[in-house]
């Protein structure tokens, strides 16, 4: 079984620029999760999908940040335009339910470097 | 609010001997989860090992052990019979019952020594 993916690993991108950053979870899992990581600090929730429902998105910095999760499959993560604090490592996750023991299966993350 | 503090931010150990990673952590919800995940230098998170708040045991899963110390609200993680492919980067996460967000600490960078 595939683990969660992420594309791409790395990005490098201006300020101002627009970057996006696409997940596809473990097959069947309707839960989708975005976390960021910004340089020495702690991960951080950003949202929560149900399939294509966003269930919560208050950890989202700014509505510079768009997500999506159209047909309840991949999702992309949409940051425009992308400013110097946005650098950090995108994390997205998965889960089969939630709550629990349920654990949230990681993807490798896409470090992204605003210049 | 709920917070996870890991205050070892890089540790070392000699190869083949046991080393604690520690783990504090705050809740005022009764019922809650604590999660350990381990990311080696390829990026990806790799859980590890899960303690629920009413387990009334310790969580263990092959050389890793959680001492799960409620009244003190830590919860640290046991890494017996170092290897060096243990060298990686280790969060503790917790999340309460109910909810789906894992809060997670700062993390703390092991390496092991050969």
């Known amino acids: 079984e595939a683990g969660v993916t992420q594309f791409p690993s790395h990005s490098v991108i201006e300020k101002g620029q627009t970057v996006t950053l696409r997940c596809d979870p473990i097959?069947?899992?309707?839960?989708l999760y975005w976390y960021r990581r910004v340089m020495g600090k702690e991960i951080k929730f950003l949202l929560h999908?149900?399939?294509?429902?966003?269930?919560?998105e208050s950890g989202m910095p700014n509505n510079r940040f768009l997500a999506e999760r159209t047909g309840g499959t991949y999702s992309t993560l949409k940051v425009q335009p992308a400013e110097l604090e946005d650098s950090g490592v995108y994390f997205c996750?998965?889960?089969?339910?939630?709550?629990?023991?349920?654990?949230?299966?990681f993807g490798p993350g896409t470090r992204l470097t605003v210049t | 609010a709920q917070k996870i503090t890991q205050t070892q931010p890089g540790m070392f150990v000699q190869e083949k001997e046991a080393v604690t990673l520690d783990c504090t952590y705050d809740?005022?919800?009764?019922?809650?989860?604590l999660f350990w995940y381990k990311q080696p230098s390829s990026g990806e998170m790799i859980f590890l090992i899960y303690?629920?708040?009413?387990?009334?045991q310790n969580a263990t899963e092959g050389r890793y052990s959680l001492n799960f110390q409620k009244a003190r609200k830590s919860a640290n993680l046991v890494i017996s019979a170092s290897q060096l492919g243990d060298s990686a980067m280790y969060f503790c996460?917790?999340?309460?019952?109910?909810?789906?967000?894992?809060?997670f600490g700062t993390g703390t960078r092991l390496k092991v020594l050969a």
């Open positions: 996750a998965s889960s089969q339910g939630i709550g629990g023991s349920y654990e949230q299966y």
């Open positions: 097959s069947g899992h309707d839960n």
């Open positions: 999908f149900v399939k294509e429902s966003k269930q919560d």
């Open positions: 809740t005022s919800d009764p019922s809650y989860g």
């Open positions: 303690q629920g708040s009413y387990d009334q």
């Open positions: 996460a917790m999340r309460e019952v109910g909810t789906y967000k894992y809060i």
